[in-house]
Nanobody, 126 residues
Framework: QVQVVESGGGLVQAGGSLRLSCAAS???????MGWFRQAPGKEREFVAT????????YYADSVKGRFTISRDNAKNTVYLQMNSLKPGDTAVYYC????????????????????WGQGTQVTVSS
C-alpha cells in the first residue's frame, strides 16, 4: 500500500503558474499516476495521467497545452506544472496512484485508481 501527499497549491492570479507535487511513500515506479480536480458542486474530473515509466502523457482537453505532468521515480514524486491558469481551474487537486503491471498503461477514470491523497487547494483569481 502506498500513501500519496500533494503540495504546492495556493492562490494565484489569472495567467500565473503553479507547480503541484505528489510524494509517494513507496516506490512510485510501481504505479501509474494521475491528477484529478474537483470544484465546489461538481464531480471529480480527470486532469492528467502518466504511466509507470513516464513517456506518454494524457490530458483533459481543458488543460491541454497549459498543464504538464511529469515524474521522477528516483524521488518517488509526480509533478503537475500548471501555466496560464484561469479562474475555471480553481479546484481541489488530487493525486492518485494505481498499482499497475503494465509499464505504459495510463488511466483516466477515478475508479481506476486505488490510492488518493487528501488534495491541495488551487485558487485562481481574475
Amino acid at each position: 500500500q502506498v500513501q500519496v501527499v500533494e503540495s504546492g497549491g495556493g492562490l494565484v492570479q489569472a495567467g500565473g503558474s503553479l507547480r503541484l507535487s505528489c510524494a509517494a511513500s513507496g516506490p512510485s515506479s510501481n504505479y501509474a499516476m494521475g491528477w484529478f480536480r474537483q470544484a465546489p458542486g461538481k464531480e471529480r474530473e480527470f486532469v492528467a495521467t502518466i504511466p509507470r515509466r513516464g513517456g506518454s502523457t494524457y490530458y483533459a482537453d481543458s488543460v491541454k497545452g497549459r498543464f504538464t505532468i511529469s515524474r521522477d521515480n528516483a524521488k518517488n514524486t509526480v509533478y503537475l506544472q500548471m501555466n496560464s491558469l484561469k479562474p475555471g481551474d480553481t479546484a481541489v487537486y488530487y493525486c492518485a496512484a494505481r498499482l499497475s503491471t503494465a509499464l505504459s498503461a495510463a488511466y483516466r477514470r477515478p475508479d481506476d485508481y486505488n490510492y488518493w491523497g487528501q488534495g491541495t487547494q488551487v485558487t485562481v483569481s481574475s
